[in-house]
């Protein structure tokens, strides 16, 4: 038959087994770590699902920026960020430039040294675009920030330019997904 054990180890951890071998360890100093791996930066740490409001600023400002829905929902596993949201706008606002998608609910992390992009995801539906852009805008995260800037395909060899305001109706409207890692 199958043994099942479970004890509570001298160093406050407990462990969980089965057939005589770990399974899940409960670290004293918190956190899951799995199958006998007993190293503190590998444990599942946290585990948190919440809403968020999405925005957008453009060229870093949400002067003028009005909606109709801003509604987000995101789950968070260790470090590893998942949201998804709606925004319909009803004006995108007085200032020209860049667009970018605020108000994460985490700062994005800086795990890679050699760029500033970190993580990322795209509109799973899109309305009201103007200008020259093939297929779904992408969003890209800045680390250190709350906001992933929008990026569209600007030809159809797929070159990549940042999304301007211009690019945004007032009207516009869509459904996003990003994934990043959390500071």
Not at 154 to 177: E, K, M, P, Y
């Amino acid at each position: 038959g199958t043994s099942v054990y479970s004890y509570n180890t001298a160093n406050g951890n407990y462990i969980f087994g089965t057939n005589n071998t770990e399974r899940l360890r409960i670290l004293s100093s918190g956190g899951l770590t799995f199958n006998g791996d007993t190293a503190a930066a590998n444990a599942l740490d946290d585990y948190e699902e919440g809403s968020w409001t999405p925005g957008i600023k453009n060229n870093g400002d949400a002067s003028g920026v009005a909606y109709s829905a801003q509604q987000g929902v995101y789950t968070k596993v260790g470090k590893l960020v998942t949201c998804i949201a709606y925004l319909a706008l009803t004006d995108n606002g007085s200032v020209s430039g860049s667009v970018a998608l605020s108000g994460l609910p985490f700062t994005v992390s800086d795990d890679l040294g050699s760029t500033s992009l970190e993580g990322g995801g795209q509109f799973t539906y899109q309305n009201h675009t103007s200008g020259t852009i093939y297929g779904s805008l992408k969003l890209i995260c800045e680390n250190n920030t709350t906001q992933a800037f929008f990026y569209h395909a600007s030809s159809t060899a797929g070159a990549f330019s940042a999304t301007q305001s211009s690019n945004i109706a007032n009207n516009f409207d869509g459904r996003l997904i990003v994934h990043y890692f959390a500071a």
